[in-house]
């Protein structure tokens, strides 16, 4: 990207050019976006893919599931998600990555085509969610997040960085919807057995029409108050193990 420099008598450095990136930025991001996409989508036959899947578009517990059928919109989605964590960036060792709800395995897919190792997991019983990660051939498990239940152990080794976008998990739009003492439960649990020591939680939560927000608000002051979280507008949440 071009940028520009001066320097005057006390070698300060630009103003200028953080100006030209952050104006430039969004133009920038759509453009990577687009072409990671263009990218990712190659490695896939379509026809096959759909192929594989239509037999069982009405076997979803949610006519909702449907809207994943759109592969190009949801992939580009998911290599967005992947810049906003500086996946394709990332130098060393290639990040441990904990996927949860990974329905259809478009995040897992775009995390390992940069490089990145991925296991996620979902409910059981939605069979297309099964055929298109059967598909993709990524490794996606059977599991049912319930209150004040450990998560199960799906690796020797902790993980990196822990993923959940579009969150449902936690009673969503229902009168089951956590409180305090179950977020906390899941919290603790995920950063004492499940997040290295400098692992971090990245989760992009549902909003829901019954609250008038994303998360209670005790819910959401308890998180700020006890863990180093980062808020990324109103739906996007950043919570590092230290």
């Known amino acids: ?127 297309l969610f099964d055929k298109a990660v059967e598909f993709l051939e990524l490794d996606i498990r059977h599991f049912r997040i319930d209150p004040k239940k450990k998560l199960e152990k799906f690796s020797d080794e902790k993980f990196d960085l822990v993923t959940a976008f579009q969150v449902c998990f936690n009673g969503h739009r229902s009168e089951d919807r956590w409180g305090v003492e179950e977020w906390k439960f899941f919290l603790d649990d995920l950063f004492t057995n499940h997040l290295k020591d400098n692992g971090k939680l990245y989760m992009d939560l549902n909003y829901d029409p019954q609250i008038g927000a994303w998360l209670p608000e005790d819910v959401m002051s308890f998180i700020k108050s006890n863990y180093n979280c980062k808020m990324n507008g109103f739906s996007r949440i950043t919570i590092s193990n230290k």
């Open 1 to 127: 990207m071009l940028t520009y420099k001066y320097y005057s008598s006390g070698n300060r450095m630009p103003v200028i050019s953080k100006i030209v990136n952050r104006l430039y930025a969004p133009y920038l991001s759509h453009w990577r976006s687009k072409r990671h996409t263009d990218d990712v989508l190659a490695t896939i036959d379509h026809n096959a893919f759909r192929k594989a899947l239509l037999p069982f578009k009405l076997e979803v517990s949610n006519k909702h599931y449907q809207k994943y059928l759109n592969t190009p919109y949801w992939m580009r989605m998911n290599v967005i998600r992947a810049f906003q964590l500086g996946l394709p960036n990332k130098t060393g060792e290639p990040l441990h990555i904990l996927d949860i709800g990974s329905g259809f395995g478009y995040f897992p897919y775009v995390a390992r085509f940069f490089n990145h190792r991925v296991i996620g997991f979902d409910l059981p019983g939605e069979t």
